[in-house]
């Protein structure tokens, strides 16, 4: 800069000494270089925008821009030349090629700039990426885990099946953005990243194993408990089978044993008379010694011995017919406090005993419906009978209506003078009845029993409406339920807290980039038309390769990382609109840096 | 009025009169006691009843829910089991106990509804010594060695089982503490010694006669022991001499004497004595007419199963004096030789044994030398792979902030060297630029804190 200035100087005093017109010709041009040096600022009302859509477009332009802004520049060294002598011309040759020299330099020096910014932007974008991908491998290695112990479960075959497609999914799509990323990045800047991501991936690895090694342990001691237990199982089986059959090869051998198949459980009506049967085998001339006693285990109550009745409550009684083999206990009207358990003991040494259940019931008669029913006049009456807990179905279920005569109730049957009555029962543990009387009549109403033999009765009241008008309609109840609001999980919000980030950080690339790129715009006019004056046109095609080569690099730096951000962003929050968060200022700013890469995004 | 009251009064005293004849019910007049007998004996369990009338009494075995009695009939076919009547009172024997008749007893009488009685008969077992899994009884063990004689009995109730020494001596237990019974299955003895040595008794008592009780003899074997009170013995030509050591060993130990390489056997000339106390041994070596041959050291040796040791004693000749004066004077130096050198002799045998103590220290060193070594190595192990561990991550880290730093400064500098601009635009497009570059910076850290 000092020495432009100093040769400067030197020329207006020359020209001062000799000509005043040729310093009133320098002014003039001094002052149209001004004028064409504003016209770019009047033009871009929006600077950043311009230098975006300049940008952009690719080499071309530039370097039509560039032929464009050479004219001026040619047009002053000519009137130099004409005007000056040649002392002059020395001067001026020596003042262009120092121009140039520094020239030169100021370009090499901004490229390695820029080269230095975009490397250490993409190292740290690459870094990240290859952070999430770590991050992706670590969950699919969390899935496999639960495969893998859901495999080695016994009830697991069907299930382990499944996952495992999915696994090899996302290991897939792991591969492909890895490999799409590798792509993707310079040489330089891949090695540093590749190789702390390597680091990283040994220091989830050799974690992975730990985590495997700690999770194996369990399932292995789960696998043994499981098989013990099983053998614990079988062998208690065997065992029991191996007992259970010499037992009863040593009692008949030996003596008495009880015939279970003809002592069991005991289940009886209340109050109707039950008998517990014990069967005692190979009793043989021991008879007399040997006696078979009943004993109430609810009080330890002694009942009977042999025939004789021992408890002076005369509901109970010893049965025993000479030349068989079955004792038997008599319980007349049973009660509900006589359900229990009943010993039959045979008096050997040690003493055998068999146990026996005795579980009292009462039957139970319900009507659905009761206690009142309400019908239509002109409908069909359908009356349900259940009878529960009876040992055996009723031998019969009569239905019984009394209306105008309360005290002479009639017996309803398929054939009652009033017709239209239809009665079904379905006999089984669960007895039902079904009384169905069609076209119902206000003469219906009344009291109807459901009377089954061998449990108590049951009535409900029927209610014939009469007439329309007393018809009463029932709506469905409809249940407002409001409807419970989705909480916002803390993932989405770190999600969008990264589309801003994204869209500054794209942002703040680009200013940069225009700003960089504004200033080597600014510096080739004159050095093409010293190259041209000099004579130095090889080195004019030096120029524009490059220029062409750092734009077309930095393009493909920046498409590379908007497109990893969208992509992460759209992964993230699908559902909601990237808009929403970008501030009204920088709309316009982001929509015209973006339009480039739409087709791209597509 | 009169009337009416003792009208009243009379219907009064009849009610309570035919109320009274009326409760005419079984009832229990007593409880049944609990009953406690020794295995093997026999049991009575009463049951009283009154105004039994024409009901029936039972008694029933609960734990064995066992019918054993109704009325005069025995049930069981155990024959153990029988039932007496006199006087209201039901009495079922039980003749020969087992342990399996222990338990609750119920006595019912069969009203409705039922009236019952419980009663438990409770069967004891005297203590028995387990010798199987008890110490045998007779044990040996080295002197400092630990041993734990071990006594172990059944019974009912469990017996308590005491030690204690025959000749009442005291026991040393849990460190040296005396004690003079001692309540334990297990009778932990340290470091023992040879006084300890002796018969010992385990008693084990549970309240049911009789106690019982085992002995147990314990041997102390350490190797042998010599003790020689003169070593330095002097004597005239002619007279008899008699040079003793004192001995002690267990395994009892063979004795003899040796001068000149020769054992010395008895004879006319030579007479030995030995008398033992338990581990202790007095021997003694009477040499009758001594002559110039008889003149020299003499050795005894104690020999057992564990190893030797031997005693030296010098006998050497004092001329006859010829005057009283001279005589004086040589029993004085005899005197004080004896006094100075068995002084010396035994602090030369405490020295071997400190020499011994010291190389039995040398031989625990070198273990707990390469013991602590060994910790060491496997802290040094674990302390490198735990840096290793903590160190992948922050390397990491530390590297990318690192570069990011290196490169953010050299690109400032860059910038504000190299720009060839005027000074108004290159002040603003500088400063311009470096808030970009720092935006730029920020937006990435936030990026790398994020992912």
């Known amino acids: 800069m000092a020495t432009f200035q100093m040769e400067m100087r030197q020329q207006q005093h020359q020209r001062t000494n000799l000509r005043q017109r040729a310093a009133a010709v320098a002014t003039s041009k001094a002052r149209r270089q001004r004028q064409h040096h504003l016209q770019p600022e009047s033009t871009d009302s929006p600077p950043y925008s311009t230098d975006c859509i300049r940008l952009w477009p690719g080499c071309g332009p530039t370097t039509a821009d560039r032929v464009n802004g050479n004219p001026p520049t040619c047009n002053n060294t000519s009137s130099s030349d004409i005007g000056g002598n040649i002392s002059g011309n020395t001067s001026n040759r020596i003042s262009c090629c120092s121009c140039n020299f520094g020239r030169q330099r100021a370009l090499i020096m901004l490229s390695m700039l820029v080269v230095v910014m975009a490397l250490m932007s993409g190292n740290g974008v690459y870094a990240a990426q290859r952070d999430s991908y770590n991050s992706k491998d670590m969950s699919s290695s969390n899935n496999a885990l639960p495969n893998e112990g859901v495999g080695g479960s016994a009830a697991g075959a069907g299930e382990a099946a499944a996952p495992g497609p999915t696994g090899i999914d996302g290991s897939g799509s792991g591969n492909n953005s890895s490999g799409n990323n590798k792509n993707g990045h310079p040489a330089a800047g891949s090695g540093a990243a590749s190789e702390s991501a390597a680091l990283t991936t040994d220091a989830s690895r050799s974690s992975v194993g730990g985590a495997t090694t700690i999770t194996g342990i369990p399932s292995s001691s789960l696998h043994k408990a499981s098989s013990a237990s099983s053998n614990t199982f079988s062998s208690q089986l065997a065992s029991g089978f191996h007992r259970n059959s010499i037992d009863l090869e040593e009692a008949r051998n030996a003596g008495p044993y009880f015939d279970k198949a003809f002592s069991k459980n005991v289940t009886a009506l209340?109050?109707?008379?039950?008998?517990?049967?014990?069967?005692?085998?190979?009793?043989?001339?021991?008879?007399?010694?040997?006696?078979?006693?009943?004993?109430?285990?609810?009080?330890?109550?002694?009942?009977?011995?042999?025939?004789?009745?021992?408890?002076?409550?005369?509901?109970?009684?010893?049965?025993?017919?000479?030349?068989?083999?079955?004792?038997?206990?008599?319980?007349?009207?049973?009660?509900?406090?006589?359900?229990?358990?009943?010993?039959?003991?045979?008096?050997?040494?040690?003493?055998?005993?068999?146990?026996?259940?005795?579980?009292?019931?009462?039957?139970?008669?319900?009507?659905?419906?009761?206690?009142?029913?309400?019908?239509?006049?002109?409908?069909?009456?359908?009356?349900?009978?259940?009878?529960?807990?009876?040992?055996?179905?009723?031998?019969?279920?009569?239905?019984?209506?009394?209306?105008?005569?309360?005290?002479?109730?009639?017996?309803?049957?398929?054939?009652?003078?009033?017709?239209?009555?239809?009665?079904?029962?379905?006999?089984?543990?669960?007895?039902?009845?079904?009384?169905?009387?069609?076209?119902?009549?206000?003469?219906?109403?009344?009291?109807?029993?459901?009377?089954?033999?061998?449990?108590?009765?049951?009535?409900?009241?029927?209610?014939?409406?009469?007439?329309?008008?007393?018809?009463?309609?029932?709506?469905v109840p409809s249940s407002n339920a409001a409807r419970g609001t989705s909480a916002s999980s803390p993932l989405a919000h770190s999600l969008s807290v990264c589309v801003p980030v994204c869209v500054l950080l794209q942002l703040g690339a680009c200013r940069w980039i225009a700003a960089l790129l504004g200033a080597a715009l600014a510096t080739p006019p004159p050095l093409r038309s010293t190259r041209r004056a000099t004579g130095e046109r090889p080195g004019s095609p030096g120029c524009a390769p490059i220029a062409c080569d750092m734009r077309h690099f930095l393009a493909s730096v920046l498409r590379w990382q908007w497109r990893w951000c969208w992509r992460w962003h759209w992964k993230g929050t699908q559902q909601q609109d990237p808009r929403h968060y970008l501030k009204p200022q920088s709309r316009r700013v982001a929509a015209a840096c973006r339009q480039p890469y739409e087709a791209d995004i597509r | 009025s009169r009337f009416t009251n003792r009208?009243?009064?009379?219907?009064?005293?009849?009610?309570?009169?035919?109320?009274?004849?009326?409760?005419?019910?079984?009832?229990?007049?007593?409880?049944?006691?609990?009953?406690?007998?020794?295995?093997?004996?026999?049991?009575?369990?009463?049951?009283v009843v009154e105004h039994l009338g024409g009901y029936k009494v039972a008694w029933i075995h609960i734990d064995r829910q066992m019918?054993?009695?109704?009325?005069?009939?025995?049930?069981?076919?155990?024959?153990?089991?029988?039932?007496?009547?006199?006087?209201?009172?039901?009495?079922?024997?039980?003749?020969?106990?087992?342990?399996?008749?222990?338990?609750?007893?119920?006595?019912?009488?069969?009203?409705?509804?039922?009236?019952?009685?419980?009663?438990?008969?409770?069967?004891?077992?005297?203590?028995?010594?387990?010798?199987?899994?008890?110490?045998?009884?007779?044990?040996?063990?080295?002197?400092?060695?630990?041993?734990?004689?071990?006594?172990?009995?059944?019974?009912?109730?469990?017996?308590?089982?005491?030690?204690?020494?025959?000749?009442?001596?005291?026991?040393?237990?849990?460190k040296k503490k005396k004690v003079l019974v001692y309540d334990a299955d297990v009778l932990p003895l340290t470091k023992v010694s040879r006084n300890e040595m002796g018969a010992y008794l385990c008693i084990a008592t549970n309240g049911v006669p009789p106690s019982v009780s085992k002995r147990i003899i314990l041997d102390v074997e350490f190797s042998p022991m010599i003790w020689v009170p003169n070593q330095l013995v002097?004597?005239?030509?002619?007279?008899?001499?008699?040079?003793?050591?004192?001995?002690?060993?267990?395994?009892?130990?063979?004795?003899?004497?040796?001068?000149?390489?020769?054992?010395?056997?008895?004879?006319?000339?030579?007479?030995?004595?030995?008398?033992?106390?338990?581990?202790?041994?007095?021997?003694?070596?009477?040499?009758?007419?001594?002559?110039?041959?008889?003149?020299?050291?003499?050795?005894?040796?104690?020999?057992?199963?564990?190893?030797?040791?031997?005693?030296?004693?010098?006998?050497?000749?004092?001329?006859?004096?010829?005057?009283?004066?001279?005589?004086?004077?040589?029993?004085?130096?005899?005197?004080?030789?004896?006094?100075?050198?068995?002084?010396?002799?035994?602090?030369?045998?405490?020295?071997?044994?400190?020499?011994?103590?010291?190389?039995?220290?040398n031989d625990l060193y070198p273990g707990s030398a390469s013991s602590s070594s060994s910790g060491g190595s496997s802290s040094a192990a674990s302390s490198s792979s735990s840096m290793q561990t903590s160190a992948l991550p922050g390397g990491v880290a530390g590297n990318s902030l690192s570069s990011m730093g290196s490169k953010g400064s050299l690109a400032i500098g860059k910038s504000t060297f190299y720009t060839e601009r005027p000074p108004n635009e290159y002040a603003a497009s500088s400063v311009a630029g470096l808030l970009l570059h720092r935006a730029l910076l920020f937006g990435s850290g936030i990026y790398l804190t994020l992912l």
């Open chain 1, 270 to 475: 209340l109050g109707k008379t039950a008998y517990l049967n014990c069967r005692v085998k190979n009793l043989g001339n021991k008879t007399m010694l040997l006696q078979v006693s009943w004993v109430r285990h609810r009080d330890i109550h002694l009942l009977t011995v042999g025939r004789y009745t021992y408890t002076s409550d005369q509901r109970f009684r010893a049965i025993h017919q000479p030349q068989t083999e079955d004792w038997m206990l008599q319980i007349k009207y049973p009660q509900h406090r006589d359900s229990g358990i009943y010993e039959c003991q045979v008096s050997t040494t040690p003493h055998m005993s068999h146990y026996i259940h005795l579980n009292v019931v009462e039957p139970s008669t319900e009507i659905i419906g009761a206690p009142d029913l309400y019908i239509e006049s002109g409908s069909t009456i359908n009356l349900t009978c259940i009878i529960q807990n009876s040992p055996e179905p009723p031998a019969y279920i009569f239905w019984n209506h009394n209306n105008a005569f309360p005290s002479h109730p009639q017996i309803i049957n398929y054939d009652s003078p009033r017709g239209g009555v239809s009665v079904v029962t379905n006999k089984g543990d669960t007895t039902t009845s079904f009384l169905l009387i069609k076209s119902a009549r206000p003469s219906d109403s009344g009291h109807y029993q459901c009377n089954p033999s061998n449990a108590k009765p049951k009535s409900v009241t029927v209610h014939v409406l009469n007439g329309v008008s007393h018809s009463v309609s029932r709506g």
């Open chain 2, 7 to 47: 009208r009243i009064m009379f219907l009064i005293y009849m009610t309570n009169l035919v109320t009274h004849v009326m409760m005419d019910e079984p009832r229990f007049a007593q409880p049944i006691p609990n009953v406690t007998v020794a295995v093997g004996r026999d049991a009575n369990l009463p049951c």
């Open chain 2, 67 to 174: 019918i054993l009695t109704i009325h005069r009939h025995v049930i069981s076919r155990i024959p153990r089991y029988s039932i007496t009547y006199t006087d209201n009172t039901w009495l079922l024997h039980v003749n020969q106990a087992h342990q399996d008749d222990r338990g609750y007893y119920m006595c019912q009488v069969n009203t409705n509804p039922m009236i019952s009685q419980v009663g438990y008969l409770q069967v004891v077992v005297p203590p028995n010594i387990l010798d199987i899994e008890s110490t045998p009884s007779s044990v040996a063990v080295r002197e400092n060695q630990n041993i734990n004689m071990t006594c172990r009995a059944d019974g009912f109730p469990a017996p308590k089982i005491i030690w204690r020494r025959e000749d009442g001596e005291e026991i040393a237990v849990e």
């Open chain 2, 234 to 361: 002097g004597a005239p030509s002619g007279t008899d001499v008699t040079i003793d050591c004192h001995t002690e060993a267990h395994p009892k130990a063979i004795i003899y004497w040796v001068y000149n390489s020769v054992m010395v056997l008895p004879s006319k000339k030579y007479k030995t004595d030995y008398t033992e106390n338990s581990y202790r041994a007095h021997m003694k070596l009477t040499i009758r007419n001594l002559q110039y041959g008889d003149f020299g050291n003499y050795r005894c040796i104690s020999k057992n199963s564990l190893g030797e040791t031997e005693g030296s004693i010098r006998v050497y000749e004092i001329p006859l004096p010829s005057t009283p004066s001279k005589q004086v004077t040589h029993t004085t130096v005899e005197s004080r030789e004896n006094n100075i050198i068995p002084s010396s002799r035994n602090d030369t045998t405490k020295s071997l044994q400190t020499d011994v103590g010291y190389a039995m220290k």
